[in-house]
């Protein structure tokens, strides 16, 4: 079974800048898209952006210029720097993965993390 950890939230003045990171672990299976979605209280859980093994990224609108999604393939983990950061960025941050198990079945399969908190104050 994949699992997710998350790292890097904690609060910080509206602004500056946090990292927050997401590394997976698991055995035999191979990851084709990561994400990072958040949800502030009372809210749904929103896209913020994803990257494919091969690179391809989107995101938010309210995040563009202002978030980085990368990837390191190697250790099956994705970061998300974020700068210039808005008290409306205020939210729970979780990691999202999608892929394929080689030996099992079913073989695609979908984790989460379990969020990691961030608190923009203005």
């Not at 997710?4 to 003045?13: D, H, K, R, T």
């Not at 997976?24 to 949800?39: C, F, H, K, N, P």
């Not at 009372?42 to 989107?58: C, E, H, M, Y």
Request: glycine share 10%; hydrophobic share 30%; aromatic share 12%.
């Amino acid at each position: 079974q994949v699992r997710l950890v998350e790292s890097g939230g904690g609060l910080v003045q509206a602004g500056g800048s946090l990292r927050l990171s997401c590394a997976a672990s698991g055995s035999d299976y191979r990851i084709d898209v990561m994400a990072w979605y958040r949800q502030a209280p009372g809210k749904q859980r929103d896209l913020v952006a994803t990257i494919s093994s091969g690179g391809s990224i989107t995101y938010a609108d309210s995040v563009k210029g202002r978030f980085t999604i990368s990837r390191d393939n190697a250790k099956n983990t994705v970061y998300l720097q974020m700068n210039s950061l808005e008290p409306e960025d205020t939210a729970a941050y979780y990691c999202h993965a999608s892929g394929r198990y080689y030996y099992s079945y079913p073989d695609t399969f979908v984790a989460w993390g379990q969020g990691t908190q961030v608190t923009v104050s203005s």
